[in-house]
């Protein structure tokens, strides 16, 4: 009789390595990799113009909430003509009482060419916090001359 069950007592080494273990273990960190992955990216979702901008249409019976940073990095909000310092916290306090307001209202930010980029990213997260989906950027028309 052969195998490994041999009645001589003589038991022969198995040459075969068992890879299903490794198989099933390899295949539990795919999931978790495949789910963990989705969590560690984290960003503010902003829509990049892909060619040149148009102006966008003005609408008399919804100003738009103008944010704006300036070169000292200092907040102000604008609604219609007046325009008000703030800090982060209150600007996103306002942001959600206008909004609830006016709910079609929206959110452009102006920040100074000097500012850093890290600024503006922190001004946008707290905006996406505060429950705005789209956020506008404004810029002006390069100068010829």
Do not use: H, W
């Amino acid at each position: 009789m052969q195998g490994p069950f041999n009645r001589s007592g003589k038991s022969k080494p198995m040459g075969e390595i068992n890879v299903v273990p490794f198989i099933d273990v390899m295949l539990v960190l795919l999931v978790i990799f495949m789910i963990t992955a989705p969590m560690l990216t984290q960003g503010v979702q902003v829509e990049l113009p892909q060619v040149t901008s148009e102006p966008i249409d003005a609408q008399e019976d919804n100003d738009p909430i103008v944010i704006s940073v300036d070169r000292e990095g200092g907040y102000f909000i604008s609604l219609g003509e007046d325009s008000t310092s703030v800090t982060l916290d209150e600007m996103s306090q306002r942001v959600v009482a206008i909004l609830q307001q006016r709910p079609g209202t929206p959110v452009m930010v102006r920040g100074d060419r000097n500012v850093a980029y890290g600024q503006i990213v922190v001004l946008m997260s707290t905006l996406q916090g505060a429950g705005v989906a789209n956020v506008g950027l404004l810029s002006e028309p390069p100068q010829d001359g």
